[in-house]
């Protein structure tokens, strides 16, 4: 049984940074992108970062180019989300994901449902202006 542990998230002022970071455990995901989607009230589940196994690839949405930088440590069976300037609209339930298969693309893993994959039970960032 693969479970997908995430933490890191907190309350922080806009202009602050926060790491999260999303522990593996019952077996290795070998060959698995990794990604991080959030979800902020009444919005959407919404695809933020998603990384290649070997961390060749890196997709990042728009709104957080520039801001967020997404690697992992398949050592540690652990992907990171760096998040810096953060904003108001940042505020979100972050979730760690990893798809059904292994060898999706990180781009691909956009299309992913809640009903599909893997998925953490995800972790509260709350920014202030």
């Known amino acids: ?30 060959g698995y992108a990794r990604g991080w989607f959030r979800q902020a009230p ?42 810096n300037s953060l904003k108001p609209e940042d505020t979100a339930v972050y979730y760690c994901a990893a798809p059904q298969k292994p060898w999706t693309t ?3 893993m956009g299309t992913m449902t809640p009903q599909g994959g893997y998925w953490g039970q995800g972790t509260q960032v709350t920014v202030s202006a």
């Open 1 to 30: 049984q693969v479970q997908l542990v995430e933490s890191g998230g907190g309350s922080v002022q806009a202009g602050g940074s926060l790491r999260l970071a999303c522990a593996t455990s019952g077996r290795t995901l070998f």
């Open 42 to 83: 009444g919005k959407e589940r919404e695809f933020v970062a998603g990384i290649t196994w070997n961390s060749g690839l890196l997709y990042y949405t728009d709104s957080v180019k520039g801001r967020f930088t997404i690697s992992r440590d398949n050592a540690k069976n652990t992907v990171y989300l760096q998040m």
């Open 106 to 108: 990180a781009q691909a």
